[in-house]
């Protein structure tokens, strides 16, 4: 069954590509989101569309500039999509990867036109675009793993995974039937199927980078309503957010620790240095204990220099475990000053630790319990960890 002519199918790609390059640019330049990434889509469309549309452009050129202008173009297109991914996905990858595969792939193609071979160069161009896609896969997969549910992974995926799969497919073709290599030369359509899988995966990618956009503005404004703007921190808000959360989940056996912080004299720090040492005192705090604790732990800044970390508890843990972590965190801080200047500052901070109280949803009297530990600390000369004791807790029960 043939619903499209193949001619009708390439002119459709063809379309959609121009909008897409449109829409990014429109992204990218107006709006402002993710302009770098942006950009690159909207070469990879513009790129694409050339491509595709030389046979009739370039219709009266000699074949070997034809194919070489194919050939190019969708060495590139791969090389601009792998580098959009980088950026959207903000992989810290460096790209010597894909300059390594390009800059072979473009000799071997060069090598192949001047060598008046038609197969070289297809040869070259699918191997590139196969590793390349290969790449992107294996990015994607990098990217976003821990950070979203394995079936979306798998989604997104999928459109790199299939162009891997359709070039390599094509490669094999090619080294088993070389008279392939003159069809394509010679500028034969390629078949409706082929067409069509191409089109799908095109579209495809763009639906995923443009998932991938979406999902880091959300991400982003997620950020800037969760976090205390100078430490990083979670703000109060959500940080009373998590602990009602972990209230809730106390009721089905998943313990935690309420760890109370207070910066020791840190009003000197702000008077003896000026409010902006007093800024990187809290931002420094913050870096330290954020290396101390681990990834399901959460510190948020509730004022000032006033923090609390909310540590969940493994089924043998308890108030000990978390007495010990707040002491690495105390010990931490200890170690290291303040970088200011010339200056080393040193800085310490006092921490109360308790366990929270099963049916308290706010968790107002575990972080009470912890805030009147945090006190005893303070009262006991600062720079220390203080934790309720079992008897306190039920006396304060
Ligand atoms: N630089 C800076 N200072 C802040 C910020 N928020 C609160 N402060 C200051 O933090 C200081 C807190 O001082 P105090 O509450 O007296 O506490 P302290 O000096 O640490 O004394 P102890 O807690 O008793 O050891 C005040 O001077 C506030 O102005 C901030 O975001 N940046």
Redesign the pocket.
């Known amino acids: 069954m043939q619903f499209l002519d193949v001619p009708t199918i390439l002119q459709v790609t063809a379309l959609f590509n121009l909008m897409s390059a449109l829409a990014w640019l429109a992204l990218a330049q107006v709006f402002r989101v993710a302009p770098r990434a942006g950009r690159l889509m909207a070469g990879f469309h513009l790129l694409y569309v050339m491509t595709l549309r030389q046979q009739e452009a370039a219709a009266g050129w000699p074949p070997p500039l034809r194919q070489a202008m194919t050939e190019f173009g969708l060495l590139g297109c791969s090389v601009l999509l792998l580098l959009a991914l980088r950026r959207m996905l903000r992989s810290r990858q460096r790209s010597h990867d894909i300059a390594s595969i390009a800059g072979l792939g473009a000799a071997a193609i060069a090598a192949g036109l001047a060598g008046g071979q038609a197969l070289v160069p297809q040869l070259a161009s699918t191997a590139c675009v196969a590793a390349l896609a290969l790449l992107s896969t294996r990015e994607v997969v990098r990217g976003l793993a821990g950070r979203l549910s394995r079936p979306v992974i798998a989604c997104t995926v999928l459109p790199f995974a299939l162009l891997a799969a359709l070039s390599s497919a094509h490669l094999v073709e090619l080294l088993l039937d070389p008279s392939w290599a003159e069809a394509v030369a010679a500028d034969r359509l390629p078949s409706a199927l082929r067409a069509s899988l191409l089109f799908v995966i095109t579209a495809g990618i763009t639906l995923d980078l443009i998932s991938l956009m979406i999902w880091r503005v959300i991400a982003r404004i997620q950020h800037l309503t969760e976090r205390d703007t100078?430490t990083g921190a979670m703000n109060r808000r959500a940080f009373e957010q998590a602990l009602v959360e972990a209230q809730g989940l106390l009721q089905r056996g998943h313990r935690f620790a309420l760890v109370m912080i207070?910066?020791?004299?840190?009003?000197?720090v702000?008077d003896t240095h000026g409010?902006a040492a007093?800024?990187a005192a809290?931002q420094h705090c913050v870096r330290i204990w954020q290396t101390g604790l681990r990834e399901v732990d959460r510190l948020g800044r509730l004022g000032?220099?006033e923090f609390c970390a909310l540590l969940p508890l493994a089924a043998a843990d308890d108030l000990d475990t978390a007495a010990t972590i707040a002491e690495r965190l105390r010990a931490g801080l200890s170690a290291q000053p303040l970088r200011w200047h010339e200056l080393e500052l040193p800085l310490s901070a006092s921490f109360g630790v308790a366990l929270p109280v099963a049916g308290d949803a706010q968790g107002q009297v575990g972080m009470a319990r912890a805030d009147a530990e945090l006190y005893r600390a303070?009262a006991e000369g600062?720079n220390r960890v203080c934790a309720a004791t079992h008897l306190q807790e039920l006396a304060a029960a």
Not at 262 to 268: E, N, W
Request: proline share 0%.
């Open positions: 100078l207070d910066i020791d004299h840190f009003k000197r702000n409010h007093g800024d809290l000032g220099e303070k600062r």
